[in-house]
């Protein structure tokens, strides 16, 4: 079946290590999008990708960092500089001059 | 970032009834999208709207484009307890290839429903 896998769904760390969240797509899509939810806060975009090797910061980047070598894979690495690494991590993909994304099941991270 | 107002925050309904919700922004948006989140999962996407005055429906859920291009309506009619969960809706303005990529999102109504 066609969609988004993340993994793991959940993932702890200790305070000050990075952490890289993994999120795969067989949809064929260009584009690919990572969000940060808080309770009571939506969805935050930190970084989006339109085509391989290009991405852009999004609200939230500070912290993060991703690549995208290949057109389904788009790894999110939570560094130790951000400040408040817990919640729960959202990978999203679409066909890029659409607007539907559409999502996988989250990752909750929680950093100890 | 912008985001839009959504309302209500929360809604506690009896099995049956039927539900509405809205968003709305100061900015034009071209396109309108509703998603459902449940417990732990990611959004799934409800119904999709790209018109002014579009009125789409998807079984029991009914959602409009308002005409004014700033305001968007999810229905639910007849609800039932599968329907528990938090919408979210999310607009895309109208600008430059690239930057439009970007959703803009509500921040979400909880809804439960008593059996």
């Known amino acids: 079946d066609g969609g988004i896998t993340q993994s793991p769904k959940y993932l702890f760390r200790k305070e000050g290590q990075n952490v890289t969240l993994s999120c795969e797509q067989n949809?064929?899509?260009?584009?690919m999008y990572w969000y940060r939810q808080d309770p009571g806060q939506g969805l935050r975009l930190i970084y989006y990708s339109q085509i391989v090797n290009d991405f852009q910061k999004g609200d939230i980047a500070e912290g993060y960092s991703v690549s995208r070598e290949k057109k389904e894979s788009f790894p999110l690495t939570v560094t130790s500089a951000q400040k408040n690494p817990t919640a729960f991590y959202l990978c999203?993909?679409?066909?890029?001059?659409?607007?539907?994304?559409?999502f996988g099941p989250g990752t909750r991270l929680t950093v100890l | 970032g912008q985001q839009l107002n959504q309302s209500p925050q929360s809604m506690f309904i009896q099995e049956g009834e039927d539900v509405s919700m809205n968003c709305t922004s100061s900015?034009?948006?071209?396109?309108w999208l509703w998603y459902k989140q449940d417990p732990g999962e990611g959004p799934v996407l409800l119904i999709a709207l790209y018109k002014a005055g579009e009125l789409t429906s998807n079984g029991r859920l009914t959602a409009q484009f308002g005409i004014t291009r700033k305001d968007s309506f999810l229905n639910i009619s007849a609800s039932i307890p599968s329907d528990v969960g938090i919408y979210f809706c999310?607009?895309?303005?109208?600008?430059?290839?690239?930057?439009?990529?970007?959703?803009?999102w509500g921040l979400g109504t909880s809804l439960a429903v008593n059996p």
């Open positions: 900015s034009i948006f071209n396109t």
């Open positions: 949809l064929n899509h260009d584009a």
């Open positions: 999310a607009g895309r303005l109208p600008g430059e290839a690239g930057n439009n990529r970007k959703l803009i």
């Open positions: 999203a993909s679409s066909i890029l001059d659409y607007n539907e994304q559409f």
